[in-house]
Nanobody, 125 residues
Framework: QLQLVESGGGLVQPGGSLRLSCEAS????????IGWFRQAPGKEHEGVSC????????EYADSVKGRFTISKDNAKNTVYLQMNNLNPEDTTDYYC??????????????????WGRGTQVTVSS
């Protein structure tokens, strides 16, 4: 069974950067797409970005385009989300999850098949 563990969250000032990691175990990422979504307690789920199993396809929510970059390292079985120019509206919990395909509408409507416990991002001065 695929297990995902997120890390890299923290407190950062507006305009700052963070790199989130999603480390997989129990199975390879060669055959699944990985998506990041964010969700604050009591708030709606929002798809952020996804990357296909091959890494050839990536998608982003409009709110993060040009600021966030998703990538994967198959050798490390890890997906990364580089987040630049962060603003307070990015503050929430971030989760990575596995999906059959990478598509923004897919990750925006579903928490995926397997997901981690999340990592908290706080953007504040």
């Amino acid at each position: 069974q695929l297990q995902l563990v997120e890390s890299g969250g923290g407190l950062v000032q507006p305009g700052g950067s963070l790199r989130l990691s999603c480390e997989a175990s129990g199975s390879t990422l060669d055959y699944v797409a990985i998506g990041w979504f964010r969700q604050a307690p009591g708030k709606e789920h929002e798809g952020v970005s996804c990357i296909s199993s091959s890494g050839a396809r990536t998608e982003y929510a409009d709110s993060v385009k040009g600021r966030f970059t998703i990538s994967k390292d198959n050798a490390k079985n890890t997906v990364y989300l580089q987040m630049n120019n962060l603003n307070p509206e990015d503050t929430t919990d971030y989760y990575c999850a596995s999906y059959g395909v990478c598509g923004w509408s897919v990750i925006n409507q579903s928490p995926g098949t397997y997901w981690g416990r999340g990592t908290q991002v706080t953007v504040s001065s």
